[in-house]
Structures are given as C-alpha cells and as structure tokens.
C-alpha cells in the first residue's frame, strides 16, 4: 500500500503539470514546447520511467518508431531498461539522458512532463489516454505525429513488430499439444481505482473461463508481487512465471 501511495501521488502531481500544457496544445492531444526546429532530421522517442511507461505501452509506439525510421529520420529511443531488448533486437538505436540535448524533436507521453520541463529541445507530447482519440492509438500517433512533421501517411502499417527473443527462463513445461491462459492480475496503472472488487472480478473470470475452454492457467508476475500475495488460486496448474 506504500507504494501505491507515493506512486498515485505522484500520479497526481504530474496531472497538475499536464494541465499546463493545454495553452500548448497544437491538435486534441498532442501539445509542442520549445519550438525551434524548422527542419527535424533526428527524433528521440524517450519513456525511460516504468512508473510511467509500462511494458506494454512500448507497444503502440514501435509503429510510430517504424514509420519515422522509413521516412529517413534518424531514430533513437530510450525505453525502460527492461524493453531494451525488445527494440535492439528490431534494430532500433537506444538513446540516454545525454541524448536530450542533441535532437531536433523529443517525443514523449504527457507523464514525462515533469522530467522534460527543464530541457530546451523541442518536444512533442503525445496524451494517449486522451478521450479524444477517436482512431486505435497506433494509427491516431502516427497520423497526428505524420501531419506536424509534414510526412505522408498514406501506406503504414500500424501493427507493432514481432520480436522473437530467448529469454533465461525454463519453459519446458509448457506443452506443446496444449492450450493456456496467461493471467496477471497486479496492476500499477489505474491501482487507485482498482480494489479487491476488481480483484475478485478478473479472478472469478479466468476461472470461468478455464472451466470453459479447459486451457490451463499460467500466473505471471514478478517476484514482488509473488512475496505481496497471500491468495490461493486453485485453479491456476502451473507455477507463476517470473516476468521481470
């Protein structure tokens, strides 16, 4: 519970910080600082907090990433260090702090606000959770970020890339001939909303739909959230895997 405390509260903290950004807004949510740049030739995508950028948001903006590389752009990002791998292997380059200072255009999420209000190169900050977004967000970021930079748009593929990376981890005990349900039930995004109402909803239905299907259940999570959690659930067959 502490650390949801000080993280929600810094969740709040930033969302006064992005109401300052409204009187910079240059479409429904995307809002430019610092412009100074007439001619972008080098981008940085930059979300290197998982406070703030969780596994799964790295999703969405490799498409973005794809487009601007194709179009000519030189392209650097900074990922939380555990999605590195995820880009290097697509043979994306990955930036540093020190990189913030040396780029025609930084792109972000509006939560960075905070760690960018002190830096003098141009940045373009994207809302994804706007309410305004009125296209799947892969195809809304690209379009928008496409018409400030003047590139077309006509032809893009808007599906993240696969990356096939071996990791570490055992998993010789998957079968082959067999179907499975991955189940994860810790949240840090939106945790101020979610109790053990939620809780209970999201278990009753993976055990619904186990009983359904027959699948068998993999519980994933970090050690953490293993060392936090004292439920049982009965209907998961195999062990929680360790995802980061």
Request: net charge neutral; proline share 3%.
């Amino acid at each position: 519970m502490k650390v949801n405390f000080f993280y929600n509260l810094k969740k709040i903290f930033n969302k006064l910080e992005v109401f300052k950004l409204r009187r910079h807004a240059i479409d429904s949510n995307l809002f430019l600082l610092n412009k100074k740049c007439n001619q972008v030739k080098s981008i940085l995508l930059y979300f290197p907090d998982y406070e703030m950028m969780h596994f799964g948001d790295h999703l969405f903006f490799e498409p973005l990433a794809r487009h601007l590389r194709s179009n000519g752009y030189k392209l650097i990002i900074s990922p939380i260090n555990a999605m590195e791998f995820y880009f290097q292997d697509l043979g994306y380059r990955i930036g540093s702090d020190s990189s913030l200072e040396n780029i025609d255009l930084i792109i972000t999420k509006v939560e960075f606000i905070g760690a960018l209000k002190k830096i003098e190169s141009q940045i373009l900050f994207i809302d994804t959770a706007s309410s305004k977004i009125k296209l799947p967000l892969c195809n809304d970021m690209i379009e928008k970020v496409s018409e400030f930079l003047g590139v077309q748009y006509v032809d893009y593929n808007p599906v993240p890339s696969y990356s096939y990376v071996v990791n570490e981890g055992n998993l010789s005990f998957l079968g082959e001939n067999n179907n499975y349900i991955i189940f994860n039930n810790y949240i840090d995004s939106g945790s101020i909303r979610s109790g053990s109402t939620h809780q209970n909803s999201i278990i009753d239905f993976v055990r619904n739909l186990k009983d359904r299907t027959g699948f068998k259940v993999v519980h994933t999570g970090s050690n953490n959230d293993k060392n936090h959690d004292s439920r049982v659930y009965d209907f998961v067959i195999l062990p929680k895997i360790n995802t980061q």
